[in-house]
């Protein structure tokens, strides 16, 4: 059947904008969640009052924005077969399984301790809330583990075969799913990208108030927690992060060359291009600035490797596409007879290559049919947004270098006792404020948008994934998110900037003041 | 390892007791939701029952993502063509899902008679729609929906939104209003002040009868008029997970499962009792009494799904695509990893949320939200 093509860019179109909202709460609840734990294991160590306020002022802040993180959550999970059907179909018993344990492993404590975080605090012991907090921390990056060990399945599908009598992918080893060095890599990276995005979140706020002069002791204690939790995850991200590229150039080389806009293949170790203007019809990069032998060290770890340039990857996958008809004719025959062996053994052979024959399910409707200028044009189709990816990643890699030395100097100053002494320090850290977001939102798009145009890379084209709606049902979901999402933006933003400018000694948390409710749950 | 026959009713077992457990735990949610209005009848009223859920809403949604997340696992294409085949009322229901988080995190933190009246008016609104929609779409499975695949199992769906409202399907959309707000009732009555427990009390009982009588309707209307579905010839209950591979008979009746399985008559006996038993205890014995709508709710959506089996979806399309307990399954491997995932963390699930339920024990006075609110 011909697919819309009109469907397929509206679900497209949905998915990218519900999953980037999504993100937008995500990693502040990872982040924020930790140093929320941090902060409960001084006071209950130390008895200090005024570290259970902290965590009852940032608590308010954490608890609007999970209540964001949630909402906007459940449309991850409804999404896949609302918009998506045949890739629930086609991977659902591979893909679907991480997403069930994640329910049960993870969202389902955080979401059944949450309740007892916010109103528990006279009900258990001290300790026992800590425990609490704690536990809510660790589902949170559970939760992280096993949504980026689907994701990374999308990325590098292991452990699995297309089965021809069910048309779809099944399991085959259910431990390569979930030790996807891919999954690893992704996870510690995206949690590191959360828990800096956390401390910064606390870092800008503080400084907000030390500028103001207001809840001077609560900002400095809670800048302390951010400098050294931010430093951590801001080498960590940066260090993993590179581990991630590497990863990346071992499996999806097209998706490395579209960053590195790199058109052909260069000589080993190929340079780093820190900046330029790729150009998609000549197929050249203007203006580069080059650094010698960087990328290839970055991506393959060795001087005397070559990485394929995007020409050449076109004309790998020119190939593959050959092959691949091969096991699409082969499946078809099968599913006449299935005791066809000569089928069985053409498809074992070449069922690695299946993806790129449905590549062609674009351009024709059977793709043993497909001309040699359909081929050349499903080859070229597996070239991703290169200026989007390229630039995507530079803003990424900018901001995480930034980070590393914008918490360096906070830790530094924060352990001399001198935070209040550089206001200029203050107001870069203020204003620093939407800059992991930025950063998060531009890796999303590298990782993601840079997978174009799989939704898993090499198996199934994005284009085929699509449920048979029509384009009005899609357009009034679209409608519908653009609405809700807007207003819920709005109300969000106002309610963190109102709760904020109230601060802890608004809300009578600190200077802890009996005659002043403090906010409730 | 279980035999994949097996492991496909083991599915098809836990299938039903995750949607169960959706509708007993965040189903007395929405029901104290939908009857906000009614029940409380000021604002210090409804926030005694708003409370009474508040800190345990969000675990009880859980049920929910775990049963969507599980059929995507163990059950792929009934997940793929439900989901997408009845976009838009999945889409209603998915837009109640996001407003009810911020909708509880949201109310209280303006002290604004608007503000909190239109989150209110948002709580409401989606229990109401929930509820409403889930009871019409599983009404809809028995009359078939209007689905079929191709060769590749690509599905198509010919109807839109306003083709699930058949009457038999807006009757099963009100057994399961009237039987959850019951629910939510009996909630009130264990757990809200006794002012507004008093009003739940009445209100259980009320809903209860509406409830029983609409139910038994329903099963005459099923068993009369509406035509079963029945695989010809014997089932292959082992063969590989292709719905294209069987033939359907129609014109059968939906109780030929009761009558192959005489157990299953449990279910609907067990529907009728919890009902009579929600009425001699609420009011007297709380915690007996809300016991008692949970297995009226349970037992309700057991007695359905016994109904169907071994369908799971069937198509009036093309009778040949309905999924069935036997040809829309994932692998075996997955199957039984899901097994083993699910008899590991469900007990752990069900240890720490009765934990939680534990500290929150008590009632939620009007005492309690005045202290509350006193200091602004």
């Known amino acids: 059947m011909i697919i819309d093509t009109d469907v397929v860019t509206l679900s497209r179109l949905q998915f990218a904008m519900t999953a980037l909202y999504h993100f937008l709460f995500v990693p502040l609840t990872l982040g924020l969640v930790w140093m929320l734990s941090v902060m409960e294991a001084v006071y209950v160590m130390t008895g200090r009052e005024v570290w259970k306020r902290m965590v009852q002022f940032w608590g308010v802040l954490f608890g609007i924005n999970f209540a964001m993180g949630v909402a906007t959550g459940v449309t991850m999970e409804f999404q896949f077969g609302m918009n998506w059907a045949y890739y629930s179909h086609y991977v659902g018993d591979i893909f679907g399984a991480p997403l069930a344990i994640e329910g049960m492993m993870a969202f389902f404590l955080e979401a059944t301790l949450v309740g007892v975080f916010f109103v528990g605090w006279d009900r258990i012991s001290r300790v026992k809330h800590l425990l609490v907090t704690c536990f809510l921390a660790l589902a949170t990056s559970l939760s992280a583990v096993w949504i980026l060990i689907a994701n990374a399945w999308m990325q590098h599908p292991v452990g699995a075969a297309f089965n021809p009598q069910t048309m779809r992918m099944e399991v085959t080893s259910f431990s390569d799913v979930v030790f996807n060095p891919v999954a690893q890599a992704k996870f510690v990276h995206t949690v590191s990208g959360g828990y800096v995005l956390g401390s910064m979140f606390v870092l800008s706020i503080s400084a907000w108030y030390l500028l103001r002069g207001r809840n001077v002791d609560l900002a400095k204690r809670s800048i302390t927690v951010a400098a050294s939790f931010g430093l951590a995850a801001a080498l960590s991200v940066v260090v993993l992060g590179d581990t991630s590229g590497y990863t990346v150039s071992q499996n999806q080389k097209m998706k490395l060359a579209a960053i590195e806009a790199m058109w052909h293949t260069e000589p080993a170790p190929a340079p780093f291009t820190l900046f330029g203007l790729p150009d998609v019809r000549e197929r050249t990069t203007h203006m580069a600035v080059k650094i010698p032998w960087a990328m290839g060290l970055i991506g393959t770890h060795s001087t005397d490797e070559t990485m394929p340039g995007i020409a050449e990857l076109v004309d790998t996958a020119k190939g593959r596409i050959g092959e691949g008809v091969k096991a699409y004719d082969a499946m078809l025959l099968l599913r006449q007879d299935k005791t066809n062996v000569q089928a069985q053994a053409t498809l074992a052979a070449h069922d690695q290559d299946m993806g790129y024959a449905l590549l062609l399910k ?3 409707d059977d793709p043993r049919k497909a001309t040699p200028a359909d081929i050349q044009k499903a080859a070229d189709s597996t070239i991703p947004n290169v200026p989007v990816l390229f630039w995507a990643f530079r803003i990424m890699v900018a901001c995480g270098i930034y980070f590393i030395l914008l918490f360096a100097f906070a830790f530094w100053k924060a352990s001399k006792r001198q935070l209040t002494t550089h206001r200029w320090f203050l107001k870069v850290a203020l204003w620093s404020l939407p800059l992991p977001w930025i950063a998060i939102e531009a890796g999303w798009i590298v990782a993601e948008y840079g997978r174009q145009p799989w939704a898993i890379e090499g198996v199934l084209p994005t284009a085929l994934g699509v449920s048979s709606v029509s384009s009005g049902q899609v357009l009034t979901s679209i409608g519908g998110f653009v609405l809700f999402y807007t207003a819920l933006a709005i109300v969000d933003v106002w309610l963190m900037l109102k709760f904020t400018r109230k601060g802890p000694d608004g809300l009578g948390i600190w200077p802890y003041n009996p005659t002043v409710a403090h906010a409730s749950h | 390892m279980f035999e994949y026959a097996t492991l496909r009713v083991i599915w098809w077992a836990l299938l039903g007791t995750l949607f169960i457990g959706f509708a007993i735990m965040d189903g007395f949610d929405f029901g104290v939701a939908g009857l906000l209005k009614v029940l409380g009848r000021n604002n210090e009223e409804r926030s005694v029952l708003i409370e009474s859920i508040e800190p345990t809403w969000e675990g ?8 969507g997340g599980a059929t995507f696992a163990a059950w792929p294409m009934l997940y793929a063509v439900s989901f997408s085949g009845m976009y838009l009322a999945i889409f209603l229901v998915l837009l ?8 509880f995190n949201f109310r209280g933190k303006v002290h604004n008679a608007r503000w909190v009246s239109l989150w209110d008016w948002v709580l409401v609104a989606s229990g109401v729609v929930v509820v409403l929609i889930s009871g019409v779409a599983f009404g809809n499975l028995f009359l078939g929906l209007p689905f079929r695949f191709d060769d590749d199992l690509r599905m198509t769906w010919q109807g839109g939104l ?4 058949h009457p038999f399907a807006l009757l099963a959309g009100l057994v399961s209003l009237s039987m959850l707000l019951a629910h939510g009732a009996c909630w009130a009555a264990l757990k809200a002040d006794e002012v507004v427990a008093a009003r739940a009390v009445k209100m259980a009982r009320w809903l209860t009868l509406v409830y029983a009588v609409l139910y038994v309707a329903a099963g005459i209307w099923l068993g ?21 591979f069987k033939q359907v008979a129609l014109g059968g009746t939906w109780f030929a499962s009761y009558l192959q399985y005489p157990l299953f008559w449990i279910a609907p006996a067990l529907a009728f009792v919890s ?18 709508s949970s297995l009226m709710v349970g037992s309700t959506i057991a007695s359905a799904g016994f109904a169907l089996f071994p369908f799971l979806l069937p198509s009036s399309l093309d009778p040949r695509s309905s999924l069935t307990v036997w040809d829309a399954s994932s692998s075996r491997g997955t199957l039984s990893l899901m097994v083993f995932a699910t008899a590991l963390f469900l007990p752990i699930i069900i240890i720490y949320t009765s934990w939680v339920y534990r500290v929150m024990r008590g009632r939620v006075t009007l005492a309690q939200i005045r202290a509350a609110h006193s200091g602004y």
């Not at chain 2, 009880?60 to 049963?67: G, H, I, P, S």
């Not at chain 2, 306003?162 to 409202?165: E, I, M, V």
Request: glycine letters at 12%; zero cysteines; aromatic letters at 12%.
């Open chain 1, 362 to 364: 674009r351009y024709v």
């Open chain 2, 60 to 67: 009880n949604q859980t049920w929910f993502v775990l049963a």
């Open chain 2, 275 to 292: 009902a009579i038993g929600v009425q001699l205890l609420v009011g007297r014995r709380s915690v007996a009494g809300f016991i008692a």
């Open chain 2, 96 to 103: 109640a899902f996001i407003l009810r988080p911020v909708g």
């Open chain 2, 224 to 244: 009369y008029r509406i035509p079963g579905y029945a695989i010809s010839g014997a089932a292959v209950t082992d063969g590989v997970s292709n719905p294209l």
């Open chain 2, 162 to 165: 306003f083709d699930l409202l």
